[in-house]
C-alpha cells in the first residue's frame, strides 16, 4: 500500500525555518490537490495550506505571509517552506494527497518543535 513519507521536521528557534517535503512511497494514479495539515497536543487538526495541481494555493489565516507551499508534479512531491516561525507553530504536521477519484492518502506526520 503506498504511503506519504515526510521529512524535514525538527527543533528550531523562534524566528528560524523549515522546509517540510512529503513524497509518496510508490505510484499514486491522478493526484489532485496535496496539502499540509497540522495537529498541535490538545487541539484538533487543521490545515495549514493547500495547492491544487493547476498550482492554486491557499493558506490558512495565521501562516499567511510566513509560509509557503509548492509542489513538484514530475515527482509527485509536496513542499511546505516555512519562515518567522513561532512557537504556536508547534504540531505534528501532516501531508495529504487528494485525488481525481477524491481517495485520500495521509503521512504519518513530522513533528516541528518551535523553542528557545
Keep these: 500500500q503506498v504511503q506519504?513519507?515526510?521529512?524535514?521536521?525538527?527543533?528550531?528557534?523562534?524566528?528560524?525555518?523549515?522546509?517540510?517535503?512529503?513524497?509518496?512511497?510508490?505510484?499514486?494514479?491522478?493526484?489532485?490537490?496535496m496539502g499540509w495539515y497540522r495537529q498541535a497536543v490538545g487541539k484538533q487538526?487543521?490545515?495549514?495550506?493547500?495547492?491544487?495541481?493547476?498550482?492554486?494555493?491557499?493558506?490558512?489565516?495565521?501562516?499567511?505571509?510566513?509560509?509557503t507551499i509548492s509542489r513538484d508534479n514530475a515527482k509527485n512531491t509536496l513542499y511546505l517552506q516555512m519562515s518567522s516561525l513561532k512557537p504556536e507553530d508547534t504540531a505534528v504536521y501532516y501531508c495529504s494527497i487528494t485525488t481525481?477519484?477524491?481517495?485520500?492518502?495521509?503521512?504519518?506526520?513530522?513533528?516541528?518543535t518551535v523553542s528557545s
Design 45 to 67: 487538526r487543521e490545515v495549514v495550506a493547500i495547492i491544487t495541481r493547476g498550482g492554486t494555493t491557499n493558506y490558512a489565516e495565521f501562516v499567511k505571509g510566513r509560509f
Design 100 to 112: 481525481w477519484r477524491r481517495e485520500d492518502y495521509w503521512g504519518q506526520g513530522t513533528q516541528v
Design 4 to 33: 506519504l513519507v515526510e521529512s524535514g521536521g525538527g527543533l528550531v528557534q523562534p524566528g528560524g525555518s523549515l522546509r517540510l517535503s512529503c513524497a509518496p512511497s510508490g505510484s499514486i494514479f491522478g493526484i489532485n490537490t
